[in-house]
Nanobody
Framework: QVQLEESGGGLAQAGSSLRLSCVAS????????MAWFRHVPGAVRDRELV??????????SYGDSVRGRSTASRDNAKNTVHLQMSRLKPEDTAVYYC????????????????WGQGTRVTVSS
């Protein structure tokens, strides 16, 4: 059983930057593809992929809405994964979830077995 805990959310101004972090425990971190998804509370749209990171951290797949504005990284020695978002937009407002999958670099939410509780990001214009 893998436990994930996100941190770093909060209120940010449009155009600014934010760094989210996720710490994993209870499993062999390097065995998992890690990802960040986001979801707007109350929205019909399902969870949206922000980025998926391969087990070794080399390969990354970014969602269209954040590509070019975000950088993800992981540290397998510290069981952590980070998401640096820049040039924030009001439409980035969402709850951001860290997730773990045993599938290789999957971009589908249904392939992720373990999820954190989420950290809320609110971007004001």
């Amino acid at each position: 059983q893998v436990q994930l805990e996100e941190s770093g959310g909060g209120l940010a101004q449009a155009g600014s930057s934010l760094r989210l972090s996720c710490v994993a425990s209870g499993g062999t971190f390097s065995n998992y593809t890690m990802a960040w998804f986001r979801h707007v509370p109350g929205a019909v749209r399902d969870r949206e992929l922000v980025v998926a990171i391969s087990r070794n951290g080399i390969y990354k797949s970014y969602g269209d809405s954040v590509r070019g504005r975000s950088t993800a990284s992981r540290d397998n020695a510290k069981n952590t994964v980070h998401l640096q978002m820049s040039r924030l937009k009001p439409e980035d407002t969402a709850v951001y979830y860290c997730a773990a999958s045993q599938k290789s670099l999957s971009i589908k939410a249904e392939d992720y077995v373990y999820w954190g509780q989420g950290t809320r990001v609110t971007v004001s214009s």
